[in-house]
């Protein structure tokens, strides 16, 4: 066995019934390996099959039979980690699966820590850090929108873009380098205006790519929502309409819902995390008076705001108390039982700038348009899922440290200082966005980055 580079293995389908489970194997010795426990019927060889190569058979234990299998084998470097793999597919079942794992690491290999294929992938050239990344987004796609995302930085669109800007860099750090370093050299003098020009084109192109982190993380994990309004006004039957359940206690009784109440739902293209709330108004009852103050809370610390008011009255101090909450945060204002004879309108609201919709959370009328409105006020009705978009916080982190030496490149520039000094801060800024990509990472960001992958993949 490789002592550097174990041949590892691991389930890589869910434990639980079902169909298939798959056990992958890579490494060095994943085909010698596969090839101790898998015997075909035909007694062929694993070894002597090419890659993209399956072949049909039974797992063994050393002489104890575990099951049937289907072995898929991949030659390097083309397969996902670029090593050798085998992948025997098994029935699906949690002793199954295990039993035919058990006997791949008595036979050999070592078990696969979290993301360690994918790691492998990573440390082989398959894929950079950003790609990396994506296929955990991948897997944890909720909608269409956030997959049509992570399959855009799973084929490399944040790659592209961070290697345009870096290609941009590279340029002027080299004219500088070529000016600084050969005086003597018959080498234009630079151009203050024009080099400055082209900095700032790459401080644009950084701008726009970090200006699509907040929408891409909303898209991605989703925002913590208040519903909120005074009693009675609907909100827990918008709760139970947008959870597709019966998940809050609807009554004609004012402070039936004393508590918050959460559940996550996916709107449109935007995953909720909602929490539907007790009604704001003055109460002597010590149980409501808890709720309201709890409601309180989660309206200061929501970072969407559902405001529910009731079409069929006229705004009370608590409405207007709770439009002037919204005037300076995320929210939508819903303009509920519209069933009703509305004696409400949309003017109060539009006239204060609130995004404000017309429903009925009872018949269910008026839902497209508040998908619409909840996507058009979190940014993501602008969000292009096809292009490049930053997807965790190490990504923004690192192009929001490039933009800054940017910056000081810039300001050095226009405050007269030695073209080292400027150099010093491209330089800078070129090894955030090495790091960005990986191109230039520490094993401990790499470790960070893998350590929230599932085992298996």
């Known amino acids: 066995m490789n002592a550097s580079n174990p041949t590892i293995a691991a389930i890589s389908t869910p434990m639980g019934t079902g169909g298939i489970a798959v056990i992958r194997i890579s490494g060095p010795e994943a085909i010698e390996i596969a090839g101790r426990v898998f015997r075909s019927p035909k007694s062929k060889k694993l070894s002597d099959l090419k890659g ?30 670029g090593e050798d793999v085998v992948e025997l597919s098994v029935h699906g079942g949690v002793f199954v699966a295990k039993s035919a794992l058990r006997a791949v690491l008595s036979a050999g290999a070592s078990l696969a820590g979290p ?3 994918t790691r492998r992938a990573f440390e082989n050239g398959k894929l950079d850090l950003t790609q990396a990344e994506a296929v955990m987004q991948l897997i944890s796609a909720a909608g269409e929108q956030e997959l049509k995302a992570s399959l855009s930085a799973r084929e490399g669109k944040v790659s592209q873009k961070i290697d345009e800007l870096t290609n941009k860099l590279l340029y002027y750090a080299a004219e500088l380098a070529a000016y600084s370093d050969y005086p003597d050299e018959d080498i234009p ?10 900095l700032l084109s790459v401080k644009e192109g950084l701008q726009r790519l970090l200006s699509t982190y907040d929408a891409g993380r909303i898209l991605r994990e989703g925002i913590d929502t208040a519903i909120v309004g005074r009693p009675n006004v609907g909100k827990s039957t918008l709760m139970n309409l947008l959870s597709g359940c019966q998940r809050s206690i609807v009554t004609p009784i004012p402070g ?14 935007v995953k909720l995390r909602l929490a539907d709330t007790a009604g704001l108004r003055e109460s002597e009852d010590i149980v409501e008076k ?15 705001i559902l405001a529910v008011f009731d079409a069929s009255e006229a705004l009370n101090r608590q409405d207007l108390e709770l439009i002037n909450e919204c005037k300076r945060r995320p929210s939508v204002a819903i303009i509920n039982k519209t069933d009703l004879p509305n004696k409400l309108g949309r003017h109060p609201f539009e006239e204060a700038g609130i995004t404000v919709v017309e429903i009925s959370a009872k018949t269910g009328s008026g839902l497209e348009e508040l998908i619409k ?3 058009q006020v979190t940014g993501i009705a602008k ?4 292009s490049a978009i930053l997807g965790s916080e190490r990504q ?18 226009n405050m007269g200082f030695t073209l080292d000094a400027v150099g010093v801060c491209i330089d800078s800024a070129l090894a955030e966005l090495y790091s960005l990509t990986g191109k230039r990472v520490t094993n401990e960001v790499v470790d960070e980055v893998f350590r929230r992958f599932c085992v298996g993949k």
Do not use: M, W
């Open 383 to 386: 969000l292009d899922t096809s």
């Open 115 to 117: 993301g360690e294929f």
């Open 373 to 375: 409105a909840v996507e």
């Open 189 to 198: 003098e630079l151009e203050a205006g024009s080099f400055t020009q082209g």
């Open 396 to 413: 923004r982190a690192c192009a929001d440290r490039a933009l800054k030496h940017l910056i000081d490149a810039i300001d050095t520039i």
């Open 290 to 304: 808890i709720g309201v103050e709890r409601t309180r809370q989660r309206l200061e610390s929501a970072e969407l």
């Open 256 to 269: 039936t819902t004393r508590d918050v109440v959460e559940e996550t739902v996916v709107l449109g293209s």
């Open 52 to 81: 993209y190569t399956a072949l049909y058979g039974h797992i063994f234990d050393k002489d104890r039979l575990v099951d049937e299998a289907v072995a898929l084998v991949f030659r390097a470097p083309n397969s996902y980690t």
